[in-house]
C-alpha cells in the first residue's frame, strides 16, 4: 500500500449514527416458519444445498432453520447462487455469494455450535440481550442482528465496513470485501508500505467508533482489511456499546493490541497514548459532537429506552456511500 491509496472518509460524507438502539428481536423468524412447514419446494432446496461441496463438512451442524433462513434470502432476492467458502470458524462459516451481478458475503453462525463461552462476556450486562438467557437459539438471532447493528452504526459514524445487507435468522448477508483473487487481505497478511498512516487511520477508526458509543471488543491486525485500496474494519458482531460493563476493559485490549501491532511496523505507537487519544477525543456520553458525522448522544436512546428513529428494525443499512 501507498500513502494515495488509502485514507479517511470525509467525514462531511458520513451521515449521524442516529439513536437506533433498537431492540433486538429473538422471536420466530419466517425461517422458523419454512422449516416446521417443510414443503416440497423447500425440502428440494434443502437437499440441494446439503448436497454441494461447499457445505458437506457443515451439514451435520446446519439445522433445518438455518437451511430455512437461506431459502428465505433466495426467495427475497438476496442470494442467486452459492460459491464458496472465504472462512470457518468455531461459531461460524463465511461464503460467497452472487446476488445479481454482484458478489456478497453470506455468514452463517451455527446454533448448534459447541461451545458459546466466549460470546457470553460480550453479552453479559448489554440491555439488548435482557432475558435471552442461556438458549443458543435465540442468543445467536441476537447475536446476528446486533453484528448487522453494529456494522451499520459504525459506517454512520464514518468507519468503513462492509455493508450489511439482510438478516435471516441466524445468517448475515453483506458486501463482498475482495476480488475475483480471493478475499481481502488482513494487516497481518500484507506489508504495509506506510504504517504510520496506516495507524493514523485505524486510530482515528477507534475515535470514530467510540465517539458514536461502539467499542470494537476485539480488534486487531486480524480485523483489519486491504479492500479498494482502503482499510476496513470487519468482525463487529462483538462489539458493545460504552454502557456495556466491560466496555473500557474492551478498549484498553482493542488499544494494546492495535499500537503494539504498530509498534512491530516501527511506529511510535503506545497503548496508553492510544487510549488516552480515544477518550480525549470522543465524548460518547455527552450531547456535544466533537466533528460531524460522529454522534456523540448515540447512546442516549438506549439509556432512556429510545428506539431506532429510522424505523429499521433489521440493521440494514440502506444511507448512501
Known sequence: MTEAEFGLLDTEEAESPGDEWEELDVSDTEADRIARK????????????????????????????????LYKLVQDGHIDAFGGPISTGKEANVYTALAGDEEVAVKVYRINASDFTDMRG??????????????????????????????????????????????????LVMEYLGTEEGRARRLSEVHIENPQMAFDVVKEYMRRLYDAGLVHGDLSEYNVVFHEGQLYIIDLGQAVTVYHPNAEEFLERDCRNVANFFARQGVAADPDDLLAYVREHATPRDDDDTERGADDDAVAAERDGGTDETGDTDGTDDSPE
Open 38 to 69: 417443510r414443503d416440497r419446494e423447500f425440502s428440494e432446496f434443502r437437499k440441494r444445498i446439503k448436497d454441494a461441496d461447499q457445505f458437506k463438512v457443515e451439514a451435520s451442524v446446519f439445522d433445518d432453520a438455518t437451511y430455512g433462513a
Open 122 to 171: 460480550y453479552l453479559d450486562g448489554d440491555p439488548r440481550f435482557e432475558g435471552i438467557g442461556s438458549d443458543k437459539k435465540k442468543v445467536v438471532t441476537a447475536w446476528v442482528r446486533k453484528e448487522s447493528s453494529n456494522l451499520k452504526r459504525a459506517r454512520k459514524a464514518g468507519v468503513r465496513t462492509p455493508k450489511p445487507i439482510a438478516v435471516e435468522r441466524n445468517v
